[in-house]
């Protein structure tokens, strides 16, 4: 029955791989505005017939934003819709001359603050959000020469898996790649070892976290970034990434944190407030860009239905 079950999953692997890379190669043959322009029309016709998690996204929405009207925060969802659907996008670019261009020409504000954290050799706690452009965000970092470690969810489809890590090794290997289950030793190891470690704040890879308050709002936040810092004493950073005016800024800054003499909850929830805090306003002025806007950060249910006129959808 194992291995009934066992070639039934390797099949579903294999079949959805082969799509993958069968709509990869497809999309590849047509030029990059037509790819983004097939993105954006699929956005469109999402937001129209079926639109993914409005409901998620709408409360999350009226949580960042509770002076929006209704009618506003339709308006708002629908540029989310098309932005989200763009960042799809950028999977069938990474090759591209484009793509690299795109990075090369970066707007990074605040490295010399992260080259002189890095300095203190005790490797960097980068944190960071969940945002539209974290493909280009990875490929920077390989091509900067710094070395990061990233941790990442892994997929259930090992072979979709292992092609996303491969394609953002085409810029370099600065970047290491780490899966949210190897736990805290190997991400100790990484700040032993004086690399930057990048830390989604607004994804918790276990079933724990921490209460704090999040745009006036309880919010379990992954407190795994706090821990390393009690246990290591590296500095603790932020990190947004943003299409602006059509150019990739790249913004670091450093987190203000007083001594802690032990590791507690209160220390932990401290640490955890002063950073995710700090993205507090990033998101305010670039919630299209905001990729975690789909998910349930507040709450897993209670989520009402969302009526949309027939003009508030399609004007």
């Known amino acids: 029955m194992n291995g009934c079950l066992h ?14 890379r069968s709509t990869i190669f497809f999309i590849n043959l047509l030029p990059v505005p037509a790819i983004l322009f097939l993105c954006t029309t699929i956005g469109y016709c999402a937001w129209v017939v079926f639109p993914f998690r409005l409901k998620v996204a ?26 989200f659907t763009r960042t799809f996008g950028l999977v069938f670019i990474l090759h591209r001359k484009s793509f690299k261009t795109l990075i090369q020409n970066a707007r990074v504000s605040g490295r010399d603050k992260l080259e002189e ?3 203190q050799g005790k490797g960097v706690i980068l944190t960071t959000i969940h945002a539209s452009w974290f493909e280009a965000y990875f490929a920077w970092f390989n091509m900067s020469g710094l070395p990061t470690t990233l941790i990442y969810k892994k997929q259930s489809n090992p072979l979709s898996d292992q092609f996303f890590v491969r394609q953002r090794r ?3 290997t600065s970047l290491q790649q ?3 289950r190897d736990g805290m030793k190997v991400y100790q190891q990484a ?4 690399r930057i470690l990048i830390v989604s704040l607004d994804q918790r890879y276990s079933g724990t976290g921490i209460s704090i308050n ?7 936040c992954a407190k795994g970034s706090a821990i390393l810092h009690l246990r290591s004493g590296a500095p603790v950073m932020t990190s947004v990434y943003y299409m602006q005016d059509g150019e990739l ?14 590791i507690n909850d209160d220390n932990i929830k401290d640490i955890c407030r002063r950073s995710m805090q700090r993205y507090e306003p990033f998101i305010r002025q670039y919630p299209e860009q905001w990729f975690s806007l789909f998910h349930r950060l507040w709450c897993k249910k209670g989520y009402s239905a969302v009526k949309r006129s027939f003009r508030q959808i399609f004007f």
Do not use: C, W
């Not at 009226?62 to 925060?73: N, R, Y």
């Open 117 to 119: 954290a890095l300095g």
């Open 214 to 220: 999040f745009f006036n709002r309880p919010l379990s």
């Open 249 to 262: 800024h790249i913004d670091f800054d450093t987190v203000n944190l007083p001594s802690y003499e032990e």
């Open 178 to 180: 780490v899966s949210s």
């Open 58 to 83: 709408y409360k999350n929405l009226s949580t960042v934003f509770p002076e929006l009207d209704h009618a506003a925060k339709i308006r708002l969802l629908r540029r989310v819709y098309l932005q």
């Open 191 to 194: 700040l032993t070892d004086n």
């Open 7 to 20: 070639f039934t999953m390797q099949l579903k692997y294999k079949l959805e791989y082969t799509l993958l």
């Open 170 to 172: 085409h810029y370099g």
